[in-house]
């Protein structure tokens, strides 16, 4: 790699892979916020349970990967659901609330699994290998494999929301949940179910990053932010604009990062976040 | 009729005596403090220290403790998690000294956690150990503060003239480190080092401690070709996925890793493709016969066994040390800080299981209070870690001469 096209486009792939994986965690969170109304600090540590899912299943037990998906979506969705009956529901609703449960819930999470994990971080077996090298640009496979399971992902979200009848009683819901009552919407059990698949998307992406990473029971630290800056930036609530605030950040920690260190790199993300929240304080896509 | 007096006399005299010796021995406790983060990404350290000090008091109390003057100590320790945050670990150094007495505090982690915590043990002349990077922790300010394992001002001049001995082709190096004092250290004790060889330094990038995508910094960073890339203070897990993150995108160049403590999860995490031919300073294959004593395999297995996991190069290194301040203490028949410290040093060296160890390095602290050993340095191959020979510090090699691992 040397000249500055070979960077540019080096860049380009790597801005649309971090926007892939920011995609994977931020698009449960504001599932859950725009439906519930609530916020979930502790989303990220259902991510990193599913990258302990991934590391006992696939790595421990070698379950077929594609099953270990499954199984975390399913299980880490299923606890969140739980999660959701016995704690967030009765601060539905209560954003200062649910924020400082949440705060709770991620000591309570962290702390157990380093109780049972130790501290030292896990390795996952790297599952689509390969490098693929195209002029002076390369990346890998299992990289490429996460892109497309994350844009899969979010077509199968898309269409879950728009064509199912459990994804447009939360619409409803999330558009007004006084008048999706009245239509005989079952405001408790589409937000449980909401909550368990924005845990159960997060859960995936933890399966998909432990190999690409690796597994430990502070994983999901780092990334809570940049979720929270995700959903800030394109709209609180807004599917689209997370989408849209994954790609933004995903491009400015690209480009950013190759011609700037990391320290600055963060400082220009908050300038630009503040600028935007300033001209535009719904966000990119959000609702007035 | 006197002699049977005298016997009488003689009797009582005995069993006097043997009550006597009895009232005047007593069992006290000897408190030991640990202050260090016990929780969260830093507990990596943390524990390791902590558990260094757990280990050898227990040691020391099934050989019956400390017997200092006809008094026996049972050692206890007391251990607080500081988070690795400054205010809590001040907190909790008050809260050893002034409420618990504590005049030895042994382990501790996380630059910015010993800062604060010798703001509070200096002062109130208490011992304290350290693995934590940083020049100004050690000096003729805090005679009393040691510090177990190796720090970029003992190891960078070794382990990259000992690159350059076997690839004396390199010519420009960049680094990658955390952005705190020990990153900073880290980096710049291997820029130094790199400099006085001639090895020109064109990148030397910083990031916050829990970054896992490099793929940006990487592009810049290698489009500048480096002959050498060292990951300086990174942690373990930082570091696997930089290697792995660097071989991805192409990188197959050398590799060199300052401190890396636990080289067996780098391996796991980045693969072996991206390890091969890394270049370890704190890292080295303790079960291999060469340039290592045995006594460390048993060490590591101890440990191993205890707490199911392996053991971090700061953590045994704490071990060492803790055994030498008891062992100074009972050698001294004294728990007067000052004494024990003054004889830790004039009584050098001391044979562990790292190898012959001294407290040495006044030349850059102003004080000899570094723990130096000899300096392994391994490299790994296929996966494995293979020692490659090693080496001793200037002040080592003053006491110990041509000192060699037994073949």
Partial sequence: MGGFSDIFYMCIVNA??????????????????????????AHAEFYMIGGFISYILFAQLHVNYFLTIAAAFLVVGAFGVLIEKLIFKRFRGMVLQSFIVSLGLIWIFRESMRFIFGQWPKEVPVVFKGIITIGKTSFSVER???????????????FFITKTK???????????????ALQGVDINYISSLAFGIGCGLAAIAGVLVGSVLCVSYSMGAPLILKAFIIIILGGLGSIPGC????????FVDSFGGAFFTAPKVEFITYILIFILLVLRPRGLLGHE | ??????????????????????????????????????????????????RSVEMRIDEFNAKGGLVINGTTYKLKYLAYDNKATAVEAASIAKKLIYDKKVK???????????RAIQTVTAPNDVMFTFCCWGKMLLGKDVPLNFRSGHTPFELADALVSGIKKIHP????????????TSGWDGAKGVIRAAKKLGIKCVAEEYYGRGTTDFHAVLTRVLAKKPDLIDLAASPMSTGGIILKQAYEMGYRGHKGWLACGMIKGVIEIAGQEATEGLYLGTSWDYYSPKFTLPLIGQVMTKYKERYGEEWDYFGFCNYALAKIIFDTMQREQTLDVHEVAKAMVAHQPYLTFLGPVVFGNAE???????????????????????????GLHPDLKKVIGDWKFPE
């Fill in chain 1, 16 to 41: 649309v892979m971090f926007a892939m994986f920011y995609i994977l965690i931020a698009l449960g969170l504001t599932l859950v916020y725009s439906i519930l109304d609530i916020v979930n600090f």
């Fill in chain 1, 144 to 158: 490429l494999v996460i892109t497309i399971i994350g844009l899969l992902l979010i077509v199968g979200l898309y």
């Fill in chain 1, 166 to 180: 459990q994804g447009r009683a939360m619409r409803s819901i999330a558009q007004n949940p006084e008048a999706a």
């Fill in chain 1, 243 to 250: 989408l849209l605030g994954s790609l933004v950040l995903g």
């Fill in chain 2, 1 to 50: 009729m006197k002699k049977k007096n005298l016997l009488i006399a003689f009797f009582v005299l005995a069993v006097g005596a043997i009550f006597a010796g009895d009232a005047f021995s007593e069992t006290k406790t000897l408190l030991i403090g640990v202050n260090a983060p016990l929780t969260g990404p830093a507990s990596t350290w943390g524990l390791g220290q902590m």
């Fill in chain 2, 104 to 114: 030895y505090l042994l382990g501790a982690a996380v630059g910015a956690t010993c």
């Fill in chain 2, 169 to 180: 082709n390199i010519k420009t190096v960049a680094t990658f480190s955390p952005n705190d």
């Fill in chain 2, 364 to 390: 850059i602290y102003g004080l000899p209070r570094a723990m130096l050993h000899p300096l392994v340095v391994a490299q790994v191959r296929k996966g494995k870690i293979i020692n490659m020979s090693f």
